[in-house]
């Protein structure tokens, strides 16, 4: 049973025009984007955050290993399965990416990063100074940092809507590790 409405003819026109722009970029309208288009709002928060963040201090592939981690954490397939080619497409390896998944990786900068979102995530944002001073030690700006917390914002959403409406994947789907990463 479809749990909401991923018709683009039934949503509002106003949903219709970014779709096309949506559709333009990936050269093709992914499910999620049809989904949250029942929401003019909504679709406009999200296509604006993905924007604001492509043009942002952290690069494309930290921003995928972030998506992983956060998307393996959630159990979001749909959000593992696209952001995993999208991180391939910003120049990861399969590697980096099914490390990701974990919050680990070989760079401890992004290691840092991936186990700093991860920590906001499993305690709710409810951060010691040390979590703080740990990512900022390992190289990240407070620009980073704030920057870090809107990629995490963005993926809670998105796998939210995904799990929540059981989004069906329109990405080659990846294999959720079973391993929970939890950050110390």
């Known amino acids: 049973m479809q749990r909401i409405n991923m018709n683009t003819e039934l949503v509002p026109d106003v949903s219709r025009d970014l779709?096309?722009?949506i559709h333009t970029a990936f050269n093709a309208t992914p499910n999620m984007f049809k989904a949250v288009a029942n929401s003019p709002a909504a679709l406009r928060s999200m296509w604006g955050a993905f924007s604001a963040l492509a043009g942002g201090s952290i690069d494309a592939k930290l921003g995928e290993q972030i998506a992983v981690a956060i998307a393996n954490r959630n159990h979001c397939e749909y959000c593992l399965?696209?952001?995993?080619?999208?991180?391939?497409?910003?120049?990861?390896?399969?590697?980096?990416?099914?490390?990701?998944?974990?919050?680990?990786?070989?760079?401890?900068?992004?290691?840092?990063?991936?186990?700093?979102?991860?920590?906001?995530?499993?305690?709710?944002?409810?951060?010691?100074?040390?979590?703080?001073?740990?990512?900022?030690?390992?190289?990240?700006?407070?620009?980073?940092?704030?920057?870090?917390?809107?990629?995490?914002?963005?993926?809670?959403?998105?796998?939210y809507v995904n799990v929540a409406f059981d989004v069906p994947v329109d990405f080659p789907k990846v294999a959720l590790n079973k391993q929970v990463a939890y950050s110390n």
Not at 92 to 109: H, I, N, T, V, Y
Not at 142 to 153: F, G, K, N, R, T
């Open 19 to 21: 779709l096309k722009q």
């Open 81 to 159: 399965a696209a952001h995993t080619l999208l991180g391939k497409k910003a120049g990861a390896s399969a590697d980096e990416m099914a490390s990701a998944q974990l919050g680990r990786a070989a760079d401890p900068k992004t290691a840092a990063a991936l186990a700093f979102a991860l920590k906001v995530v499993n305690e709710r944002a409810h951060l010691s100074d040390d979590d703080v001073a740990a990512v900022r030690a390992a190289g990240f700006t407070d620009e980073q940092i704030v920057e870090i917390m809107a990629h995490v914002a963005l993926n809670l959403f998105t796998n």
